[in-house]
């Protein structure tokens, strides 16, 4: 899952899982597709050379050891093997902090460790503007970046924002890589 907005995109290394799975479940393999996900994803929107901030795991980034071993174990062996493949990666760098940088400019995609890792940033600066783009499928697939919304489902309350930008997206990335017949 990646998600595109105005401001930010985040492409996350694990998704919908209970937050005590998350460390058990990530691997420098896992982390570094999610790099290569994200850096291909990048590229087809139109980034020429993506800047890639990490997120680290624990809080700021664990702080050496002292707060967590993921980042030495795990995210740092698949930052070195993307830049060995050419990616500006960079990082593991606290999730609390990088995100500023990102909204600045100074990066193209960040990297979540986990779903409210990325997405809080995402949804607070660009509800009913961001778009959850499918990455990995040689097909293109856009859609809104919240869920089935049932808690207004039959109300008249939605905001179809996030609807029309998901549409957007596919129509410029079809655009720019038009399917052979």
Known sequence: MMFVSPRLRVILASAHQP??????TLTADRVLATLVLGHDA???LGVGSPRIAVCGLNPHAGEGG???DEEQRIIEPAIRAAQGRGMDARGPFPGDTIFN???RGDFDLVV??????????VKLLDRDRAVNLTVG???IRTS???GTAFDIAGKNAADPGSMTAAVELAIHMCGRHPFVA
């Open 112 to 121: 979540a460790m986990y779903h409210d890792q990325g997405l809080i940033p």
């Open 101 to 103: 940088a990102a909204v």
């Open 137 to 139: 499928l040689p097909i």
């Open 42 to 44: 990048c590229t087809r």
């Open 19 to 24: 937050l005590m799975e998350v460390g058990r």
């Open 66 to 68: 002292v707060l967590g």
């Open 144 to 146: 809104p970046d919240h």
